[in-house]
Nanobody
Framework: QVRLVESGGGLVQAGASLRLSCVASGRTFSGFAMDWFRQAPGKEREFVAA????????YYADSVKGRFTISRGNVKNTVYLQLNSLKPEDTAVYYC???????????????????WGQGTQVTVSS
């Protein structure tokens, strides 16, 4: 059974940092890109960041560029999202997702992930 399990969310004050983790299991994820998405209350799920299988290529939504960093662990089925300089508008449930092997251009142009995690809550107070 494929599982993506996120952790690391919490309640922090504006300006603080968090590090989210996601561990994928249940199949071989060789070649898969990994994404982070988020969904705020009453809003649609939105793309946050993506990282290639190799970890050498990353892509970010404009709203988080310069504040968030996506990375992969030495074990490539683990992906992280470092959240710095958090703002109240970053409050959301954060999801990791796995995207089957395909051209990077497709990944950054909205390719639908094949697997999703259950999410971890990030709440930023002002």
């Amino acid at each position: 059974q494929v599982r993506l399990v996120e952790s690391g969310g919490g309640l922090v004050q504006a300006g603080a940092s968090l590090r989210l983790s996601c561990v994928a299991s249940g199949r071989t994820f060789s070649g898969f890109a990994m994404d982070w998405f988020r969904q705020a209350p009453g809003k649609e799920r939105e793309f946050v960041a993506a990282i290639s299988w190799s970890g050498e290529i990353t892509y970010y939504a404009d709203s988080v560029k310069g504040r968030f960093t996506i990375s992969r662990g030495n074990v490539k089925n683990t992906v992280y999202l470092q959240l710095n300089s958090l703002k109240p508008e970053d409050t959301a449930v954060y999801y990791c997702a796995a995207v089957r092997p395909q051209p990077w251009s497709a990944v950054v142009n909205g390719a639908s992930p094949d697997y999703w995690g259950q999410g971890t809550q990030v709440t930023v107070s002002s």
